[in-house]
């Protein structure tokens, strides 16, 4: 079993950055691939970046010159620095993890960009 716990959303205005940190814990276990997701009210949830185990990353096109991810293997944690915000950036963020294909969800965070 793994646990996933998000902090670092908050009210921000447009323009402004925020950082995201997703600590996963539980018993020993080799991660696929780690993930943030954001759903916005009235839309579905979505993905915005992940990194793989070998480091290989993607991101959702709008977030892409904006947001980084990445990840400190020591701690097990996941980050997502996020720049430039938008008022449409504004959503519950999720850290996703996968692992031996199980797919874990933390509670999410929210995000409120405004303009």
């Known amino acids: 079993q793994v646990q996933l716990v998000e902090s670092g959303g908050g009210l921000v205005q447009a323009g402004g950055s925020l950082r995201l940190s997703c600590a996963a814990s539980g018993n020993s276990f080799s991660i696929s691939s780690m993930g943030w997701y954001r759903q916005a009210p009235g839309k579905q949830r979505a993905l915005v970046a992940i990194?793989?185990?070998?480091?290989?990353?993607n991101y959702e096109d709008s977030v892409k010159v904006r947001f980084t991810i990445s990840r400190d293997n020591t701690k097990n944690t996941l980050y997502l620095k996020m720049n430039s915000l938008k008022a449409e950036d504004t959503a519950v963020y999720y850290c996703n993890l996968v692992t031996s294909g199980t797919v874990y969800w933390g509670q999410g965070t929210q995000v409120t960009v405004s303009s």
């Open positions: 990194i793989y185990s070998g480091g290989m990353t």
